[in-house]
């Protein structure tokens, strides 16, 4: 009972430090400096990708960035529990080899993130037999449409008038405004998340690249159960990582099919980038006061969801 009552006290120190809510003479400094909200300032060591070891991939041949959650150290030392929270892209080519490599995951819950324009396109979710997703829509604030406008013109002109000179990394800044500011992100955001604590099964949540939606989410959980800002930023990163060739294969086939001169006009659309999710750090600073007040009063977490959070994902 003891051992009991000081993991839950070292969960509430650990939850409290990832928020930044510790006063500073009860914080190390180092950790404090990892914890503290971020800033559009952000150091440049915290733009390096997370060590290869530390993401884990799952590989699929229809799913390029697929991943466990799972992995990573907390403030303490301790380590996120793997095969619990999975991370992916679209779901809606796998193939008979990936569903059996999925099944093994004994996943009992998936949330689709996209909107049903994103579904129409690319097809609804193939799952293991017995899966049904779960529709959590949360809006791309129209960057599906753009990007199919501007491919689609087939308009060189056109096509730089609309993702030219820093447009295209201002509309994706955008977009992450919504992830704080729109009311139905935020309730879709919190509600994945209150899934993930009140779930003793496997869990799985994505959206049409898993990178942005997808990608939001995972560092508010990594934040939420002690990861330090360093290392959740580069968990966020590693999409670049895991899409690369991907992406690459895609402008490549947009240029030979005639339909983009200068395909990496999309790259910014393409990428995650840390000024990107300083944007939406910074929106949650502005209106909430700071990334706990972001979670709390923007999300309605309060605090017995986030020790459940950590009880279930931290070994």
């Known amino acids: 009972m003891r051992i009991s009552r000081t993991r839950t006290a070292t969960g509430l120190v650990i939850s409290a430090l990832a928020l930044g809510t510790l006063p500073a003479w009860a914080a190390p400094s180092e950790s404090a400096a990892s914890a503290a909200p971020a800033a559009p300032a952000r150091a440049v060591a915290a733009a390096r990708p997370a060590p290869a070891d530390a993401v884990r991939q799952i590989p699929l041949q229809g799913a390029v960035n697929v991943r466990d959650v799972g992995g990573y150290r907390t403030y303490d030392g301790e380590q996120v529990r793997d095969g619990r929270v999975f991370r992916a892209d679209a779901l809606g080519k796998l193939t008979d080899a990936d ?78 405004r919504t992830f704080v500011t729109d ?17 003793r099964s496997p869990l799985l949540y994505h959206c049409t690249s898993g990178k942005d939606r997808t990608g939001w989410t995972t560092y508010l959980l990594l934040r939420l159960v002690g990861v330090p800002d ?63 007040g972001y979670l709390t009063k923007g999300l309605g977490l309060d605090a017995r969801t986030i020790l459940k959070l950590r009880e279930r994902l931290v070994d």
């Open 99 to 176: 569903l059996v490599t999925l099944g093994r995951l004994g996943l009992k819950k998936v949330i689709d993130f996209r909107v049903p324009a994103e579904v129409s396109y690319d097809g609804a979710d193939r799952l293991p037999g017995g899966l049904v997703p779960v529709s959590r829509p949360i809006t791309d604030n129209g960057l599906f449409t753009q990007l199919l406008t501007a491919i689609g013109s087939r308009d060189p002109v056109k096509q730089e008038e609309m993702l030219g000179n820093g447009r295209a990394a201002a509309f994706m800044r955008d977009v992450y």
């Open 183 to 199: 009311a139905t992100n935020r309730a879709q955001f919190a509600a994945t998340l209150r899934d993930i604590a009140d779930s």
């Open 230 to 292: 360093r290392t959740a930023v580069g968990d966020y990163l590693a999409s670049n990582t895991y899409r690369a060739a991907y992406d690459a294969r895609l402008r490549e086939s947009l240029k030979q099919g005639g339909l983009m001169q200068n395909p990496d006009l999309i790259i910014p659309l393409q990428e995650v980038r840390t000024d990107y999710l300083d944007t939406a750090l910074g929106e949650a600073t502005q209106r909430y006061g700071g990334f706990q």
